[in-house]
T-cell receptor, first 114, second 110 residues
Framework: GAGVSQSPSNKVTEKGKDVELRCDPI?????LYWYRQRLGQGLEFLIY????????KSGLPSDRFSAERTGESVSTLTIQRTQQEDSAVYLC????????????FGSGTRLTVV | GQQVMQIPQYQHVQEGEDFTTYCNSS?????IQWYKQRPGGHPVFLIQ?????EVKKQKRLTFQFGEAKKNSSLHITATQTTDVGTYFC??????????FGQGTELSVKP
């Protein structure tokens, strides 16, 4: 596609439920990143996929968070047993390769845990 | 781990005044990128700096990368209301993940 697509754009879930967020990167982009942005805050690195290499999961805040990527396409971020502190905008970004000129961000998924 | 600090957190200016935001990394960077996020929007890439001491300009915006490749700055000359938003720097090591600063939120009073 023309840009990075994320779905859903908004998600309201009850505390304790699992949620799955989806990211469709730009075709041909080998690098894919997930960030979390709490209201009025900066971007918190979560996980980074590069081609077929093992992902860098060093930013995942707890074992309730996991992410997968199928080849060089779609990625899903799963949050199990959601907590209120998980409420944030989850942003996905892709780039042609590491060090490429700039990442392209999706519009994000706004997650609200009630 | 790698940390990127950005100051100030907020900056309020009168239209026509200049604006500068500063970025410092705890480690030497291979490159630094700058992004702008409008209120309610997502970050949009502005520019990447790679070379030590590099200076790049985009119209009223001037970007600098320090000699030691550990700090950077973004300067806007004669701000306009369209410059409103949050400016983020983001640095990476060779082939590594991009770590973002906390951002500087710019408001411009007409």
């Amino acid at each position: 596609g023309a840009g990075v697509s994320q779905s859903p754009s908004n998600k309201v879930t009850e505390k304790g439920k699992d949620v799955e967020l989806r990211c469709d990167p730009i075709s041909g982009h080998t690098a894919l990143y997930w960030y979390r942005q709490r209201l009025g805050q900066g971007l918190e690195f979560l996980i980074y996929f590069q081609g077929n290499s093992a992902p860098d999961k060093s930013g995942l805040p707890s074992d309730r968070f996991s992410a997968e990527r199928t080849g060089e396409s779609v990625s899903t971020l799963t949050i199990q047993r959601t907590q209120q502190e998980d409420s944030a905008v989850y942003l996905c970004a892709s780039s042609p390769h590491p060090g490429a000129q700039g990442y392209t961000f999706g519009s994000g998924t706004r997650l609200t845990v009630v | 781990g790698q940390q990127v600090m950005q100051i100030p957190q907020y900056q309020h200016v009168q239209e026509g005044e200049d604006f500068t935001t500063y970025c410092n990394s705890s480690t030497t960077l291979s490159n630094i990128q700058w992004y702008k996020q409008r209120p309610g929007g997502h970050p949009v890439f502005l520019i990447q700096l790679v070379k030590s001491g590099e200076v790049k300009k985009q119209k009223r915006l001037t970007f600098q990368f320090g000699e030691a490749k550990k700090n950077s700055s973004l300067h806007i000359t004669a701000t306009q209301t369209t410059d409103v938003g949050t400016y983020f720097c983001a640095g990476s090591n060779q082939g590594g993940k991009l770590i973002f600063g906390q951002g500087t939120e710019l408001s411009v009073k007409p």
